[in-house]
T-cell receptor
Framework: GDSVTQMEGPVTLSEEAFLTINCTYTATGYPSLFWYVQYPGEGLQLLLKATKADDKGSNKGFEATYRKETTSFHLEKGSVQVSDSAVYFCALNTNAGKSTFGDGTTLTVKP | DTGVSQNPRHKITKRGQNVTFRCDPISEHNRLYWYRQTLGQGPEFLTYFQNEAQLEKSRLLSDRFSAERPKGSFSTLEIQRTEQGDSAMYLC????????????????FGDGTRLSIL
């Protein structure tokens, strides 16, 4: 079946550091890929998405590129802020529209 | 877009009791999904509806769980004879549904209902 594997956390960075959170997937067909962010006490919010190979999703300084050859969708940001502290989830959608999520990576940014 | 609304936000109950949660999706969304999330894990799919039809149920959804969406708008998730292992965050999400590529549609999540079993 479909699965998503994220790098284990937690990740702790200083403000303005470079962020990478790794995500790889296994799926039949051609899934769309997503990153969601979850702040404490809230539901998941869409951060960015990519719907086909080599697409780059971007939002709020975050980027991720859909790499079909390595089945990866790594999240990056050049300079993190304290306000980026949250849990980040990588996810895929198949043609049925149902989502499969990774286990999440907790990011803490210290001033 | 008023967002996905879930009620209650928190539910504390004794083992063996029945509980019911409600989800109000974004009004024009045809698809509605239920997920369960435990600490340190990502959301796990439970079931989904297209309008009032329940199209798929996960094997995680034991016969103590039932979900309905009677008029294709709000949905309820009921757990009968609750057990300690049912303690989790129950998330509802919605998406527009057919008419556009389903795989491209992100899910819009509510803030969840946290269930605690004493």
């Amino acid at each position: 079946g479909d699965s998503v594997t994220q790098m284990e956390g937690p990740v702790t960075l200083s403000e303005e550091a470079f962020l990478t959170i790794n995500c790889t997937y296994t799926a039949t067909g051609y899934p769309s890929l997503f990153w969601y962010v979850q702040y404490p006490g809230e539901g998941l919010q869409l951060l960015l998405k990519a719907t086909k190979a080599d697409d780059k999703g971007s939002n709020k300084g975050f980027e991720a590129t859909y790499r079909k050859e390595t089945t990866s969708f790594h999240l990056e940001k050049g300079s993190v802020q304290v306000s980026d502290s949250a849990v980040y989830f990588c996810a895929l959608n198949t043609n049925a529209g149902k989502s499969t999520f990774g286990d999440g990576t907790t990011l803490t940014v210290k001033p | 877009d008023t967002g996905v609304s879930q009620n209650p936000r928190h539910k504390i109950t004794k083992r063996g009791q029945n509980v019911t949660f409600r989800c109000d999706p974004i009004s024009e969304h045809n698809r509605l999904y239920w997920y369960r999330q435990t600490l340190g894990q990502g959301p796990e799919f439970l079931t989904y509806f297209q309008n009032e039809a329940q199209l798929e149920k996960s094997r995680l959804l034991s016969d103590r769980f039932s979900a309905e969406r009677p008029k294709g708008s709000f949905s309820t998730l009921e757990i009968q004879r609750t057990e300690q292992g049912d303690s989790a965050m129950y998330l509802c999400a919605s998406s527009p549904g057919p008419g556009r590529a389903l795989s491209n549609q992100p899910q819009h999540f509510g803030d969840g209902t946290r269930l605690s079993i004493l």
